[in-house]
Structures are given as C-alpha cells and as structure tokens.
C-alpha cells in the first residue's frame, strides 16, 4: 500500500497556519496534562471534582450490569439444585427437624445472655458500622487498585473510613463523589495496614503488591516470625481501623518479608460495609469529640493508614 | 451468494449526517475508555486499555480523520474512568499521536504490518508511562511485571480492534 494522503497541506498558506496551531494546541494539552501528573505527585486527591461526573454518569450503568452479572452467575446453582432433587428434598427435611432444634437452643442461650448482660450493666454499643454497598466497578486497566463502591457523600461516606466485608478487611475510602466512592484495595500498592499476628500479637504492616496480594513486614527486629498459615487481623494503631478485623493470610515467607493473601475478595463479595474511622467511632461523645475527630479524618484522608 | 454487507450501499442523493461521520470515530473511543465501568473488581491490570486501542485503530484507518489535539478531550475522559492520576492520558496519547505523525512522513511505503509496529510501539509507550505515573504519584512500588501480561495482550488484540473499526467506518460512510 502506498502512503495515505499527506497531511501536508501544499503551498496553502491558511491551511499551514492551521496544521501549525493545531501541533501547538496539541504540544500545549500535553504539556497541561504532564503538570497535572505532577500536581498529583503532591496531592494525589486533588482533581477528585474532575471524577464526579464520569463516576455518576457510570454508575447506574455498573449497577445495572452489576445486577445482570449477579442474575447469570447464579444460574447454575439454579440448574445444579434439579440434580438429584428428590434425595436431597428427604436430606434436608431431615436436616430442618435437626436445627430446629439447635434453633429453640440458641434462643434460650441468647435470652440468657442478655440477662446476663444487664446483670453486668454492659450496653452493647457498637456503632461504627455506617452502611452497606456494593462494589460495582474498578480500575481494571491501570496499575493501581481502586474498586468504585455504590454509595457516596450524600449517604455519609467520607475518605478515610475503613471497608470491610464479613470476611474480612476490603480497603479505605479514597476519593468521595455525591453518590460513589472510590475504595483503595487493600492490595494497592500505597496501601499500608497495620496488623497483627491474631495468635501472639506481634505487630507487623501490611502493603498491598498489586497483584492481589501483600506483603507483610514484621516490626521486630530479628529473623522473620511469620510461617505459612499465619492469620493476621488489624491492629488497630493508627486509629483508622478497628481491632481484631480480619485481613490476610501468611502463604509464603522469604527473608525479611512475607507474602499474604487477604481473606476477603474483593470481586467475590455481595456487600461491604463502611465504618467510621475508628478513632471518630470510640472518641465521639463528649463535647470536644467534633474538633478531635474531625484532625482523625483530615490525618486518614491526608496521607496513608499512620504506620504505628 | 452476493456478500451480505454489499446490500448496504450508499444510495444516490444521500449522504451520512456530519454527525455521523465526526461523531461516530470519538463515541467508539469513548466507550472503549468506559468499558472499565464493567462490574469486574480486578485485582490487578487485567484489562486491555480499549480506549487507547480504538483511539490508535481510528488514527491508523483514517490519517486525515483528527489533528493530534483530539487526545486532549479524550485523554481526559480516558483519565476520569480510569483510575489513573488526572492528565497521564492528556499526555501520553497527545505525545503518541504527534509521534504517529511524525512517523508518518518518514515512512514512503506502509501497510499492515507496519501499523501494528507503529501501533505496538505506542501501546508500550503508553502503558509503561501509565504505569510510571501510576508510580510516581502516590502507587508506591508497583512493579513492572504487574503492566508486563497487559501490554502483551493488548498489542495482540490490536487487528481485532482494527477491523472492527474497519467494520464500524464502512457504515459510518455509507447513507
């Protein structure tokens, strides 16, 4: 094939000047672009306005291919359950009469328990869950880990907060719009989690690899502690995250590091729920409790989890 | 057996709307940038940049079709579904496009083949810059190996993305 027409425009002068300015407005937006990279180098939140409109514009569509997804994968549990659907109709009818049961059970030991709670004058208090969403979308094609989650500041989502599923820890609010919030995964690289070993506490952080894993640095000196098998739940330190939050499993130890799998993935959740930043949830009543949680939110948002 | 796409003929007297013939190369490129709306939570760079790809097809297809500022408003538009830093896509593909032209006026014979080489050539460009951005602007350590796979298949999906487009301009031109 010989060359496609030229774009030399011939002795035309206007249409020189045209193809001029036109590499002159191109080299000037790239020019544009480059320092808004270099803005973001020293605020890489900024610009978040900039996203409000792609991600409202996009998130009806996620959401209802999010539902149309969760309609099809589910259909062949549907067919599955026709295979031998009258064995396992006997089976558990069985099972039924057997929890029933256990079911009258749990009640009894749930009503003492409550007894017992008012005995000891303990309320049970825990108010840091804020809401339940889905994850609906995310960076698929770029190097970092950003999941799009399906509620934003209108329902009180604010940056900083943690996310977790009830398997365990998701990520940390990044970037608010009206109605959605992008989530840092906890497998991003710029996301670091204190933990802790959940059998014998031994503080270590957690950075995510970007590949769906993490890596796990202990925090005392000497040799590696961590073995395959090891459980590590949040720490705690730093006041973003709650305690006791489950958030990755030990796979592998080399030298220093040890590499983990987190507990919870992302793309095979239903739901994650939002909670407040920890240290907000336990310090906030009181009259000075505004001032105090709102330097707690400005400090998560500001930069990474505090390292301990 | 006459070929099915030979009963879409332009009839005589009519033309495509303007919008149509502008309209259609940049809502194909823009819906290539939304595709990372899809409900996949991916835990890493798994999906090729359609954008990039459908922007490099149209440019390559149709040389006098845009001048190089059009990667500004759709690097823009790249950048705020993509999750990369805002302005990595105005840069990267405004650079790849004047790079396109510039190639192209060193080049006296050119045919497929060497469009997948220039094409090739800026999907490295843009990826590895993308990944680099994606560096330097808060990401950490990401490592290289992480872009590596998606560079690869992205370059391989370039002739399927070409004919599509070549397939989406023979209606686009026909009334």
């Known amino acids: 094939m010989a060359r496609p027409p030229s774009r030399r425009p011939g002795i035309n002068r206007r249409a020189q000047y045209s193809l001029f300015a036109s590499y002159v407005v191109a080299l000037v937006g790239a020019a544009i672009g480059l320092l808004l990279v270099v803005v973001a180098i020293f605020d890489p939140t900024g610009f978040a306005a900039l996203r409000v409109a ?3 514009v996009s998130r009806p569509a996620s959401v209802t291919m999010k539902g149309m997804v969760s309609g099809v994968s589910s259909i062949d549990e549907v067919l599955a359950a026709y295979w031998q659907a009258g064995s396992q109709n006997v089976g558990l009818r069985r099972q039924v009469e057997a929890d029933r049961n256990r079911i009258i059970e749990s009640k009894a030991i749930a009503q003492e328990n409550l007894r017992l709670k008012k005995l000891l004058k303990l309320v049970d208090e825990d108010s840091s869950d804020l809401l ?3 994850l609906i979308a995310s960076s698929a094609s770029s190097a970092r880990r950003f999941a799009r989650l399906n509620a934003g500041a209108w329902q009180g989502v604010r940056p900083g907060m943690p996310v977790r599923a009830p398997e365990g820890l998701i990520g940390r609010i990044h970037i608010t719009t009206p109605n959605s919030a992008d989530v840092l995964l906890l497998t991003d690289t710029s996301n670091i989690v204190p933990v802790r070993r959940a059998s014998d506490n031994i503080p270590a952080i957690s950075t995510g690899l970007g590949d769906g894993s993490v890596e796990i640095r202990a925090l005392t000196a000497g040799r590696n502690p961590f073995k395959p098998g090891d459980l590590l739940v949040t720490s705690g330190i ?4 709650q305690p006791n939050i489950p958030v990755a499993v030990v796979v592998r130890a080399e030298g220093e590091i040890a590499y983990g799998v987190p507990l919870a ?5 239903d739901a994650v729920v939002v909670e407040r930043v920890f240290e907000e949830a336990v310090t906030r009543p009181g009259p000075s409790a505004p001032a105090v949680a709102a330097g707690a939110e400005a400090e998560a948002s500001g930069g990474n989890a505090a390292a301990p | 057996m006459i070929d099915p796409h030979l009963h879409h003929v332009p009839r005589l007297g009519r033309y ?19 595709l990372t709306a899809l409900p996949i939570i991916a835990q890493s760079a798994i999906l090729p940049p359609f954008g990039l790809l459908i922007l490099l097809s149209w440019r390559l297809l149709r040389p006098e079709l845009w001048r190089t500022w059009i990667g500004i408003p759709l690097g823009l538009f790249d950048d705020m579904m993509s999750g990369q830093p805002i302005g990595s896509a105005i840069f990267l593909w405004t650079i790849a496009l004047i790079g396109i032209d510039w190639v192209e006026h060193r080049m006296v014979w050119r045919s497929y083949r060497q469009d997948w080489l220039i094409a090739a050539v800026a999907i490295i460009f843009c990826i590895s810059g993308g990944w680099f951005f994606a560096r330097i602007t808060g990401g950490g350590s990401v490592s290289f190996s992480l872009v590596a796979p998606q560079m690869v298949w992205t370059i391989l999906l370039f002739p399927f993305v070409v004919r599509q487009c070549a397939r989406i301009d023979r209606w686009r031109v026909m009334a």
């Open chain 1, 132 to 134: 339940t969403a889905r």
């Open chain 1, 265 to 269: 993935n992302p793309a095979r959740v």
């Open chain 2, 16 to 34: 495509p709307s303007r919008f149509r013939l502008a309209g259609t190369p940049i809502i194909t490129v823009m819906i290539g940038s939304f």
């Open chain 1, 54 to 56: 792609a991600a409202e």
């Open chain 1, 238 to 241: 730093g006041g973003v995250y």
